[in-house]
């Protein structure tokens, strides 16, 4: 019976990751929400790690590629593999490998200031821009190459 059990884990689990890729964490949390036992879930995750089918390493460096594509910056993309529940070690190997696009930050100032170089109009960009998880010298300097006078003074 327990051999039955562990087999109906291990589907469940190849159910769960034909549909989207989980940390390893994240997919025995979702065991457990469907019902499987602990010792059950954590033999799925152990077996499909061992056969190759999950490995949070190369998940971790596939979001934060995605991720910076999508135009967001080092502290959103740390955050969202948090979300992920990925181990720290994974994030801070995957991370290694983040590059700002300053071309892409500067697009983005760009389209946030929309022309507008008022104070106003600064702070809603560079709250923007820091949303989406860059630091605010990263974002002076977009916006200071997107055409903005910033003053130095006017996103603290």
Do not use: H
């Not at 159910?15 to 036992?37: I, T």
């Not at 077996?47 to 080092?74: F, H, K, M, Q, T």
């Not at 892409?104 to 600064?122: C, F, H, I, V, Y």
């Amino acid at each position: 019976m327990e051999e039955n059990s562990r087999e109906r884990a291990l589907q469940m689990a190849a159910n769960v990751l034909e549909y989207r890729q989980r940390s390893a964490r994240a997919l025995y949390d979702r065991l457990l929400e469907k019902g499987c036992a602990g010792e059950d879930a954590a033999y799925a995750v152990a077996r499909l790690i061992e056969l190759g089918y999950l490995n949070d390493g190369e998940y971790a460096r596939l979001l934060v590629r995605e991720l910076s594509g999508r135009g967001y910056g080092a502290g959103r993309i740390r955050m969202a593999l948090r979300e992920k529940k990925l181990e720290p070690a994974d994030i801070d190997a995957a991370m290694e490998s983040y590059v700002l696009n300053e071309d892409k930050l500067t697009a983005l100032a760009k389209a946030k200031l929309k022309g507008q170089t008022d104070r106003k109009s600064l702070k809603r960009a560079a709250d923007a821009l820091f949303r989406k998880g860059y630091s605010w010298e990263e974002i002076r300097a977009a916006l200071s190459r997107a055409g903005a006078d910033d003053g130095g003074d006017e996103m603290e």
